[in-house]
C-alpha cells in the first residue's frame, strides 16, 4: 500500500525539527552558528560554489544552472553523503545564513529521500511538490535562525521588538525579521498567545538576560549593566543601553567593546593576593595588608574635593579608609576592575591606589583595542 501524497505543507512539523535542532546543538550564544550546526551532523558537508566549480571546471553561471540556484542547494550523492552548497559571494550575511538554514531544513525534513531526487530542483518536481517542500524549508529557516521562544525573552525584558533587533541579534535578512514581527503579530490575533516556552530557551537565557539589559560606554567602550549611572571604568554617564529602540546603535558598538584588567577578589570582595606585594591568604577581616598597608577592598571613596578635612592647623588627608566611611557611596565592595563607582562616578580605592592602569592608558598601549567581547563572560 503506497502512501498518500503530501498535500500541504506541515508547518508544525518544521517548527518542531527546528527547535529540537537548536535545542541538541547545545549552543548557548546568538547567532546561532549555521555552520557549526551542519558540521556536527556526519553524513553532512559544506561547500562554497566557487570550490565546488572550482573541482568541476565549470564557471559559475554553470554552476547556476546545474543547482538551479544562484543562492544554494542541497545535493544528495549517490553514496549517501549530503552536501550543502551555498554562492558565498551573496553580499548579505543574512541571506547566506537563510539559504544555510533553508538547505539544512530540506535535509532533516528528508525531501531528498522522499522523492529521491539528488537536487531538488523546480524542473524535477512537480509545481505542487516543490511548493510544499520550499513552505516547509522556509518556515523551518526562520524557526532555526530566529526561534519564538528567544525572541520572546528579548520582549519580556524591553516589552517590545522591532525588526532590526532581530536582523542584528540573531544575524537574519531585514525581510526575515519582518517575518518574524508578523508571525508575532499573527499569534496575538489568533491565539492571543504572547509568550511561548520551549527547554531551548535554558541554553539561551543567560545570555539574552545579560545582552537585553546591559549598556556600552560611549567614551571608554567598556560594556556595563544597565543599573550603572556611571562608567565603573572611566566614569562618564554617556551610555548607549540595550533597549528595543536603540539595540542597532548598541549592537554595533558591541562589536568593539574593550575589556579592561581587573583585580580577581573573592565573594567577599577581598583580593585573592595583594594587589601590590602579592601576599597570599589574606583574610576577608583585614582592612589592610598586614605587609605593605595597601587597602584590600575596592569601594567608592565619594568626592576629590572631600579628600583632605580643615583642622586648626590646616587641612589633613584622610586615609582610604576614612574617605570610604565618611563620603563613600553605601555600596560596599566593588568589582575588582571598577576605576570609578557606578552609582556617583566617584574614584574607588582601587584606582586611586594606583592598583588598576588607568583606563587611557591601557586602551591606547592595547594593540587591538576593540577586543571581542563574550556576552556570557561580561567582567561585572
Not at 554552476?63 to 550523492?77: A, F, K, N, P, Q
Not at 526575515?176 to 504572547?194: E, F, P, T
Not at 539589559?213 to 571608554?220: A, F
Not at 576605576?339 to 574614584?347: I, L
Amino acid at each position: 500500500m503506497t502512501s498518500k501524497p503530501q498535500s500541504k505543507p506541515d508547518y508544525g512539523l518544521a517548527q518542531q525539527i527546528a527547535y529540537e535542532t537548536v535545542l541538541s546543538s547545545n549552543q548557548q550564544k546568538l547567532p546561532l552558528s549555521i555552520k557549526k550546526l551542519i558540521k556536527s551532523i556526519p553524513n553532512l558537508h559544506i561547500q562554497k560554489y566557487s570550490s565546488f566549480a572550482k573541482k568541476r571546471g565549470l564557471t559559475r553561471e554553470e554552476t547556476y544552472e546545474i543547482t538551479d540556484s544562484e543562492e544554494g542547494c542541497l545535493w544528495m550523492r549517490n553514496d549517501g553523503q549530503y552536501i550543502i552548497l551555498y554562492n558565498e559571494l551573496v553580499e548579505n550575511s543574512g541571506r547566506i545564513r537563510f539559504t544555510l538554514a533553508h538547505e539544512l531544513g530540506h535535509y532533516l525534513l528528508k525531501h531528498n529521500e522522499k522523492t529521491k531526487k539528488t537536487l531538488l530542483a523546480r524542473y524535477s518536481l512537480t509545481n505542487e511538490e516543490y511548493d510544499i517542500f520550499e513552505k516547509e524549508a522556509n518556515y523551518f529557516a526562520k524557526r532555526l535562525l530566529a526561534p519564538i521562544p528567544l525572541v520572546d525573552l528579548y520582549v519580556a525584558s524591553w516589552s517590545r521588538i522591532y525588526p532590526e533587533c532581530i536582523e542584528f541579534a540573531f544575524d537574519t535578512s531585514f525581510t526575515v525579521a519582518n517575518y518574524i514581527i508578523n508571525d508575532l503579530h499573527r499569534r496575538q490575533r489568533n491565539a492571543n498567545i504572547v509568550c511561548e516556552g520551549h527547554p531551548l530557551t535554558h541554553n539561551f537565557i543567560d545570555y539574552i538576560n545579560i545582552d537585553s539589559s546591559s549598556q556600552i560606554c560611549m567614551n571608554c567602550h567598556s560594556p556595563q549593566p544597565s543599573t550603572h549611572k556611571f562608567c565603573a571604568f572611566c566614569g562618564s554617564n554617556e551610555m548607549i543601553k540595550s533597549t528595543a529602540k536603540s539595540y542597532t546603535s548598541y549592537f554595533l558598538e558591541r562589536r568593539k567593546v574593550m575589556i579592561y584588567s581587573k583585580i580577581e577578589t573573592n565573594e567577599q570582595g577581598t583580593p585573592l593576593v595583594c594587589p601590590r606585594c602579592e601576599a597570599e591568604n589574606l583574610d576577608d577581616n583585614f582592612k589592610y595588608c598586614p605587609y605593605c598597608t595597601t587597602f584590600l577592598h575596592n569601594v567608592c571613596l565619594g568626592k576629590e574635593e572631600d579628600k583632605f578635612v580643615k583642622t586648626i592647623n590646616g587641612e589633613i588627608e584622610l586615609t582610604v579608609a576614612e574617605r570610604y566611611d565618611q563620603n563613600g557611596c553605601s555600596n560596599g565592595n566593588l568589582d575588582g576592575g571598577f576605576r570609578y563607582c557606578p552609582e556617583c562616578g566617584c574614584e574607588t580605592s582601587y584606582n586611586e591606589q594606583g592598583l588598576l592602569d588607568n583606563w587611557r592608558t591601557e586602551k591606547d598601549s592595547n594593540s587591538d583595542p576593540f577586543k571581542s567581547a563574550e556576552f556570557t563572560e561580561l567582567p561585572f
